[in-house]
């Protein structure tokens, strides 16, 4: 398995910072969520009239990039969901990167079946013009999406090669419950991505982001789950420094995910 880290935890580091740290700490690719503060890479000139340069250094440094990880929300508005795939479809093909993260959001005032059929239709739709630059959408367990049931039906009903589940291995566990050899029985032919992050249980009941190793989150069986399944792909760190900016520096964050992921993989 490769490990990556998202940009959402260094959102102070430019382009050949955050190359040069990923290379410095061991990593094998970056996952694009957003790039200094902003989530939108795609209005960015790095990404717009710099793209071939960006991609070069990429390439020059030996990095993949595996995932981009939009903002798109495909059961909570399919419309702009669509059009955010759009805008990141062609980014996938220039970068390599065959998947991109997309979220589920809130179901509104729909039931969980009438939720779970426009997801299907969106992602499917999401999905098939994603496959015209050499990507996949992925589906991420989050926000009202953690229960691999659901998940499970939303993947039966797509029927799409160009779909798959994001395994973001806190909120199954954390929303509901949910064990790691749970989410893979019933998700595992569908997992293609994962995003790994720990956090301890505190005096409220609730989990609190931590630094990798440091929480209640069971990574190794994780591991094995994933292992089990035949998965070979990503572990993806995402240090949600943007949104906690009480956690540690990437600077400490990155290369501690490193030493606890190569122990976890018996590297």
């Keep these: 398995m490769k ?34 503060g902003e989530l939108k890479i795609y ?3 790095e990404f717009t009239a710099d793209l071939e340069a960006t991609v070069a250094k990429f390439d ?25 795939v759009r805008r990141y479809a062609p980014l996938c093909e220039a970068f390599g990167a065959t998947m991109m993260r997309v979220f589920g959001g809130p179901l509104g005032e729909m039931s969980r079946e009438q939720a779970i059929d426009a997801t299907a239709d969106t992602l499917r739709a999401a999905g098939a ?23 499970k039906a939303v993947m039966e009903r797509a029927g799409s090669d160009a779909v798959g589940v994001l395994w973001d291995v806190m909120h199954p566990f954390n929303a509901v419950g949910e064990t790691p050899a749970a989410t893979t029985a019933l998700l595992g032919r569908w997992i293609r991505y994962t ?7 505190g005096g409220d009941g609730k989990l ?5 190793g440091e929480g209640d989150l069971p990574l190794a069986d994780c591991v094995a789950q994933l292992r089990a399944i035949g998965y070979d792909g990503w572990l993806t760190l995402e240090w949600e420094k943007q949104w906690h900016a009480d956690l540690d520096e990437p600077e400490a964050a990155y290369p501690q995910y490193v030493k606890v992921m190569r122990r976890l993989l018996g590297a």
């Design 43 to 45: 209005e960015l000139p």
């Design 195 to 201: 995003h790994f992050k720990d956090a301890r249980r």
């Design 208 to 212: 609190h982001l931590c630094p990798i």
């Design 3 to 36: 490990l990556a880290f998202t940009t959402l935890g260094c959102t102070g580091w430019d382009l050949d910072t955050i190359i040069a740290r990923a290379v410095e700490y061991g990593y094998d690719g970056v996952d694009f969520r957003g790039y200094r």
């Design 60 to 84: 020059d440094a030996g990095l993949d990039v595996p995932c981009l990880s939009t903002s798109a929300r495909v059961c909570a508005d399919p419309a702009g969901a669509i059009e955010e």
């Design 129 to 151: 013009i994603a496959a015209d630059y050499g990507a996949a959408v992925l589906l991420e367990t989050h926000d009202a999406w953690p229960d691999g049931r659901h998940l």
